[in-house]
């Protein structure tokens, strides 16, 4: 077991390598350097000269290259030079709200999605059972930015259920529980959005795997001594279907992120996504790199959970 | 003698082929039937409108006197902050996002394929080497790297915008193509061949590809319906086309703006339809296919 998981955090490191250096490379060719607003007409050139050797710019590639993931992997990506401030700090802040609004979807996502695999499954063939293939269906070919920008303007604007932009209203004081449900109100509507979005790959896996483990012999036995049907399925058939769909869980973190530079924009949430998308526009490089990179690890690190949570719930694909 | 086998061979009962099961097929699935129809319509009609009828140059033109100009009989679907004509940017805009998610489906699905059939066929070092490759597309945040590359490609185009986006997206298709010539080069047929002495490349193009054709077809179809989202969710975020080129995301991007998404539905809210339900419409054609790839799912 423990072999596994060392195992699989090793092969991490080769692919942390590579995409470090792909992303390096990329900002090399970012239009730009990092004094681009501090330097106006007057500046000096011989200043300019003085703050590039004082970065570092005119070494060698690969010294750079070296110098800056020493200081990435302590925590430190540079300043931000639209928001003048620690990149570091500067995403920790946003991170956090990324980090509410997916646990949020995937609690609703599994609340959404559960349920109604488990039904259609169950009654198979049904209309149902239609009903739920056709919504995940739907939600499946309905891309991302439609389906938030429906949902904006009839939740948002036309019923004004939901606020439409923001994660909390300024008027209240950080720490207060006023606060702190303005926050989960803000949340709300993002993370709806996200978990219906979402929702398809645990339904369809779902209802299959019941489908299948309902023709299997123990399900035969069970009934053949005369339990009854509702307990066949709690007991019996859906705790062997879930398994498989705790492994779903890493996948689903992973999607969430790339979902996660769309839902931000459109609900004017201030996430990691929202970030990205503002630096691109101001060619912030210090904020893209660190976030690009954070996104390649936290990917990573979702596929590592897929397959550690796999081999606790089927000891067969374990690494010997 | 003659005559006998003539008559024989008339009543004699095939399987169906490939092109009968899927017509068998979409007659069984009214929707998708209906699907098909109406997305060969839509597709024909745009670009006889895009080519043929509408004037890009006095598309684009900006006239200030119609700014959010309301449906009428002037602007069928009223106009946006530049007085330009929605119905028509939507023609246009549908029809770059339909020839940008064809060619990188096309040039995706070309590669994907080769990559596919000489890793599944041969194995060895050359199938370790490029499934290290796809694994490490697979890892990476390519969303973002993608953006990444449009904002740093000198000399933006449309066809720089192709290319960027094919060199993310192929890796799906190389994937499944390889592991179906895995288990298809296992089979007898295939080892009878060899011991036939037959030449690698023709079994694999004579022998295995045709027996993947459907589940390519199948591939090929629901990629596109992905390309389309993928270009049209890039044009929203302004990472896609340029802003001078129609287009159905930056049409829905206007809705960015509050003041255009409470009161100038029009602007936004046609071409987002549009996409939707063109994406449904590829994705039941695509259901269809695959239904008919695999003979336990069919209906007819």
Redesign the interface.
């Known amino acids: 077991m423990w072999k596994t998981i060392v195992r699989r955090f090793l092969l991490m490191i080769p692919q942390l390598f590579v995409l470090s250096i792909l992303i390096f490379i990329l900002a090399k060719f970012m239009p730009g350097d990092p004094f681009t607003g501090l330097i106006t007409p007057e500046t000096d050139p011989s200043r300019i000269e003085e703050l590039t050797e004082k970065a570092g710019l005119n070494d060698p590639w690969h010294i750079q290259y070296v110098r800056w993931i020493a200081r990435a992997v302590q925590g430190d990506f540079g300043m931000s030079y639209t928001f003048k401030r620690d990149v570091a700090s500067l995403i920790g802040e946003r991170a956090l709200n990324t980090f509410w609004l997916s646990f949020l979807s995937v609690i609703l996502l599994y609340a959404i999605a559960i349920p109604l695999g488990i039904l259609a499954g169950r009654y198979h063939n049904s209309r149902l059972d239609k009903t739920v293939i056709f919504y995940s269906f739907f939600t499946y070919a309905i891309p991302t930015f439609v389906l938030s920008l429906v949902f904006l303007y009839i939740f948002g604007y036309k019923l004004e259920w939901f606020p439409t932009s923001g994660s909390v209203d300024i008027k209240y004081e950080p720490g207060t529980l006023g606060y702190i449900w303005s926050k989960g109100y803000h949340i709300i509507l993002p993370a709806i959005t996200y978990a219906i979005l979402g929702t398809t790959g645990v339904i369809q896996y779902l209802r299959s795997e019941i489908i299948d483990t309902k023709a299997m012999d123990f399900v035969r036995t069970a009934r053949s001594k005369g339990i009854p049907t509702r307990k066949v399925y709690s007991k019996h058939i859906i705790r062997n279907s879930l398994l498989p769909i705790a492994a779903f869980l890493g996948f689903t973190i992973t999607g969430l992120l790339g979902g996660s530079i769309f839902i931000e924009t459109i609900f004017g949430y201030p996430g990691m996504g929202q970030l990205f998308v503002s630096s691109i526009s101001s060619r912030d490089y210090s904020v893209i790199t660190a976030l690009v990179m954070l996104y390649g690890f936290l990917t990573l690190l979702g596929s590592l959970l897929s397959d550690i949570i796999m081999s606790i719930v089927d000891p067969r694909i374990r690494i010997e | 003698m003659n005559k006998k086998y003539k008559r024989k061979k008339k009543y004699k009962s095939s399987p169906p082929t490939g092109i009968q099961v899927i017509f068998r097929e979409f007659r069984k699935d009214k929707i998708a039937m209906f699907s098909f129809i109406s997305l060969v319509t839509v597709i024909v009609a745009v670009f006889i409108g895009a080519y043929f009828i509408i004037d890009q140059e006095a598309l684009m033109r900006i006239s200030l006197k119609d700014n959010y100009a309301e449906p009428s009989g002037k602007f069928l679907l009223g106009a946006d902050q530049g007085g330009k004509d929605i119905l028509r940017q939507i023609i246009v805009g549908a029809k770059n996002s339909i020839i940008i998610a064809m060619s990188i489906t096309l040039i995706t699905g070309i590669f994907g394929i080769f990559v596919g059939l000489i890793c599944g066929y041969f194995g060895g070092w050359i199938d370790n080497l490029f499934m290290r490759i796809i694994?490490?597309f697979?890892?990476?945040?390519?969303?973002?790297?993608i953006?990444?590359?449009v904002?740093?490609v000198p000399k933006y185009s449309i066809s720089s915008f192709v290319f960027i986006m094919s060199l993310f997206l192929w890796t799906g298709t190389a994937r499944l193509v390889r592991s179906k010539v895995l288990s298809e080069s296992k089979r007898d047929y295939v080892q009878a061949s060899k011991t036939l002495g037959t030449n690698d490349f023709v079994i694999i193009v004579r022998e295995i590809l045709p027996n993947l054709s459907s589940i390519i077809i199948v591939e090929l179809t629901l990629n596109f319906?992905g390309n389309v989202?993928i270009e049209?969710?890039l044009s929203?975020?302004?990472?896609g086309l340029p802003p001078t080129t129609p287009s159905l995301g930056t049409l829905?991007s206007h809705?960015?703006n509050?003041l255009v998404?409470?009161q100038y539905?029009w602007v936004?809210?046609p071409a987002?339809l549009f996409?939707?339900l063109m994406?449904?419409a590829?994705?039941y054609v695509g259901?269809a296919l695959r239904r008919s790839a695999d003979s336990r799912q069919r209906f007819g």
Do not use: E, R
């Open positions: 694994d490490f697979i890892t990476i945040p390519s969303l973002m790297l953006i990444v590359f904002t740093i319906a989202g049209t969710g929203y975020l302004g990472f829905v809705a960015n509050p998404i409470q539905w936004w809210l987002s996409i939707l994406m449904l590829i994705n259901q």
